[in-house]
């Protein structure tokens, strides 16, 4: 019904940049929030950024102030600066969304996409 579709990972040096895409696509009749997690190996997967439906936005920590989180339509970016190595995870797109009026606010994943930042 919904898909996910994320780019824009790599292999980057500290201290450089990397811009995260993530294309929603399918039955979507409205959404909730648009985000970003990650997971470094051994790690649980943790919250980097989530954007709502009223333009808030929310970062952790670790990346505030290196990150910003955007969207248009149904993309949601993640502009990330200043990488250093522990920035280094999957980076798994997330949306909560409906897909047809009525219908309760589901969660849906993207397969990954691999940031790698050298150190």
């Known amino acids: 019904q919904v898909q996910l579709v994320e780019s824009g990972g790599g292999l980057v040096q500290a201290g450089g940049s990397l811009r995260l895409s993530c294309v929603a696509s399918?039955?979507?009749?409205?959404?909730?929030?648009m985000g970003w997690y990650r997971q470094a190996p051994g790690k649980q997967r943790e919250l980097v950024a989530v954007?709502?439906?009223?333009?808030s936005r929310q970062y952790a920590d670790s990346v505030k102030g290196r990150s910003t989180i955007s969207r248009a339509k149904n993309t949601v970016y993640l502009q990330m600066n200043s990488l250093k190595p522990e920035d280094t995870a999957v980076y798994y797109c997330n949306t909560y969304l409906r897909t047809v009026w009525g219908n309760p606010l589901r969660d849906y994943w993207g397969q990954g996409t691999q940031v790698t930042v050298a150190s």
């Open positions: 954007i709502i439906s009223d333009g």
């Open positions: 399918g039955t979507i009749f409205s959404i909730e929030s």
